[in-house]
């Protein structure tokens, strides 16, 4: 963690880890991708996994420290193909047209007729347009099957009242690059209010990346036709992606076919977990790896 | 004559419960000296009530309304006196309101239930808080104070059954409503609660589930026989003082009847809040409440979760309505959860007076 700390600080995101062996696609605008190899290979081979986000934060939360999720995974045998937002937000047409033609080359290439999705963090909502692109082949979407999806910390519907991207733009904090803004000591007070955790670092102010544009209210209506089964975890204390901007979209989840498999768990006490996890410590806390990341590994293995 | 013999028992060893407690820790004890004048209607089912009056403070400004106070779930009205000084109904008398403390059915201050048989038994279920004990406190009070309507501030479920009440039962005398912590659409169910929803069985043998006796025990052994996971959906201990939990466990901790309980665990389960007979959809006749409402809810609230807080703000049928979510982001001083809303450490600077000011921007409106 605190080579991650470290490198936030001197504004490097170049550094790429020892498991991620090639840069895989092409993608429009902002986006990079990482591929990480599984490091175990099970008896039934595990379908690739496209993980997509953060966007609000340096993508290394998810790879670079001990515990961090996608050393997680790998070694649960999931090949972990990374989209993160290296160089600006993700443009709100991600979904369903980049992440399109990237599972599109991933598919040419390696053949690969089934994936896993995962989002994490608000650049995680991409992940549900990817998702309705493939089940409805549409953007000219390739014949792959998204056998699981889930969201660990991924708010998807802002609609409630005063959301936390407008209180963004209520205190100043409009433009896209965070970090910048949050590095102005005129803004420092109300980014640390903002952005406070419970991991007991100085570095989330380091460690932030990207907002999304200021866009309307996207129309979410079309979850209730998707058929993948889907997990969606929430940071009881998380006040980015709050579980207001969850419950929505879950209860409205599947629900035309009715027996769509979904689950929702609050990351908290009240499932006596340690503590209430919020947006960072979600990702960065140690007792995620053995609190949070197995309810995401039984879910997809199950 | 055995149930009797066993009801005898249990009351007994109630009282020797309550005993010890006082005796083991009368030099910790933090007694409440904020104390009204008391009444005691009675039901149209024939149970009596309490209502303790707090008038308005002497040179306050005179308020259109007076307020009645209710309690939520496993409490009495001792809740709004906690933290005496820095109380909601201390708050609100200061400002001008004429102030009612509502006990509702059950409350030991009218004479505690039997635990099998009597004139009275835990037998009741939240339904009978809507239809019967909302109707009596709302027709004591107006008749006290010759006022037409109430303001009615639940915490809770206190709060659950005012959005009943108006939404389902077409009540026409709340002209303002302040609901803390008080979800109208219930939030999905977390391990604790499946836990209590698995062991619901046991309702079947049980009389009541005895909250009262092992808060007491709690209090008088420092022994955890409250489970800290229940607590934890209770209120973030990082944000309630010892002596405030110490106080909350004494004095307000009440048991709950087998009617309450599986009420509330199925609606828990299900999702939506519905008359035990299943024929009356509470939740879905949100849509029916046209007054205003504040909703006050709390980040880390497990209860009255920010979810379904948001799920009730947006199913009110009401023009005018608020919602106040105190989290640090919004910068409060902490994530609150479920009681800390009420006895927070900083609820006296935080929370309550922003329900005194709504109050206030509604007088006479």
């Known amino acids: 963690m605190a080579a991650l700390l470290t490198a936030g600080c001197s504004g490097a995101s170049s550094a790429v880890p020892k498991d991620a062996r090639a840069v895989v696609g092409e993608l429009p605008g902002p986006a990079s991708t990482l591929f990480f190899p599984a490091r175990w290979r099970p008896p039934r081979p595990r379908p690739p996994l496209v993980l997509v986000g953060p966007e609000l934060l340096d993508a290394r939360v998810l790879y670079d420290h001990e515990g961090a999720l996608v050393p997680f995974l790998i070694d649960r045998g999931y090949p972990v193909l990374l989209v993160n937002a290296a160089r600006g937000p993700f443009p709100d047409e991600f979904g369903s047209a980049g992440l399109v033609r990237l599972v599109e080359q991933m598919h040419e290439r390696t053949g690969a007729k089934e994936i896993v999705v995962g989002g994490v963090g608000p650049g995680g909502r991409h992940a549900l347009g990817l998702v309705d692109a493939l089940e409805r082949h549409r953007d000219g979407a390739p014949p792959v099957r998204v056998s699981k999806l889930f969201f660990l910390g991924t708010g998807l519907d802002y609609a409630y009242p005063d959301p936390f991207f407008a209180r963004l733009d209520a205190e100043g904090l409009k433009g896209p690059d965070l970090r910048a803004q949050c590095k102005d000591p005129a803004r420092r007070a109300v980014c640390k209010r903002m952005f406070r955790s419970s991991v007991r670092s100085s570095g989330y102010m380091d460690l932030l990346r990207f907002r999304a544009p200021t866009a309307p209210a996207p129309d979410l209506r079309f979850v209730a036709d998707l058929l993948v089964p889907a997990l969606f975890i929430v940071g009881k204390t998380d006040n980015v992606s709050p579980a207001e901007s969850v419950v929505p979209v879950y209860r409205a989840y599947g629900t035309t076919a009715r027996d769509v498999p979904k689950r929702y768990f609050i990351a908290g006490l009240e499932n006596q977990l340690s503590q209430d996890y919020d947006e960072l410590s979600l990702l960065l806390d140690i007792s995620a790896e053995s609190e949070v990341y197995p309810i995401i590994g039984a879910w997809l293995d199950g | ?365």
């Not at chain 2, 046991?202 to 800290?228: C, D, I, R, S, Y």
């Not at chain 2, 029916?288 to 409402?293: A, S, Y």
Request: hydrophobic share 40%.
């Open chain 2, 1 to 365: 004559m055995k149930r009797l013999v066993s009801d005898a028992l249990l009351r007994g060893l109630h009282a020797a419960i309550i005993l010890l407690a006082l005796t083991l820790t009368a030099c910790a004890s933090h007694p409440i000296h904020l104390a009204g004048e008391i009444a005691h209607p009675k039901t149209d089912d024939g149970w009596p009530l309490t209502l303790e009056h707090l008038p308005p403070a002497d040179g306050a400004p005179r308020r259109s309304e007076p307020v009645i106070l209710c309690h939520g779930f496993l409490a009495n009205r001792t809740y709004f006196k906690l933290n005496e000084e820095h109380s909601l109904a201390a708050m609100l008398q200061a400002a001008g309101y004429d102030v009612w403390l509502l006990d509702l059915r059950g409350r030991d201050a009218a004479g505690a239930p039997s635990y099998y048989f009597g004139e009275r038994t835990y037998s009741y279920a939240i339904d009978d808080f809507i239809k019967r004990d909302v109707d009596t406190a709302i027709s004591h009070v107006l008749k006290m104070t010759g006022a037409k309507h109430v303001t009615w501030i639940g915490h809770s479920m206190g709060g659950m059954i005012a959005y009943a009440r108006i939404g389902s039962l077409g009540e026409d005398r709340i002209a303002h409503l302040v609901t803390i912590g008080s979800p109208g659409v219930l939030p999905h169910a977390g391990r604790t609660l499946l836990q209590m929803y698995s062991m619901s069985g046991g309702l079947a043998v049980l009389a009541v589930v005895p909250v009262a006796p092992f808060a007491h025990l709690k209090v008088a052994t420092g022994l955890p026989f409250t489970p800290q996971a229940l607590i934890d959906m209770l209120w973030y201990p990082g944000n309630v003082e010892p002596e405030i939990e110490e106080q909350v466990l004494r004095h307000t901790a009440t048991n709950l009847s087998k009617g309450e309980a599986r009420q509330f665990l199925r609606a828990f389960q299900d999702g939506e809040f519905v008359s035990k007979d299943g024929e009356i959809d509470y939740s879905k006749n949100l849509v029916n409440v046209r007054v205003p409402v504040l909703l006050v809810a709390g980040r880390r609230d497990n209860l009255g979760d920010p979810a379904s807080i948001r799920a009730a703000y947006e199913r009110l049928g009401s023009e005018d309505k608020t919602l106040i979510m105190a989290e640090r982001s919004r910068g409060y001083s902490e994530d609150y959860g479920h009681t800390d809303l009420l006895v927070g450490k900083r609820a006296h600077r935080e929370i309550h007076p922003r329900i005194v000011a709504w109050l206030a921007a509604h007088d006479g409106r």
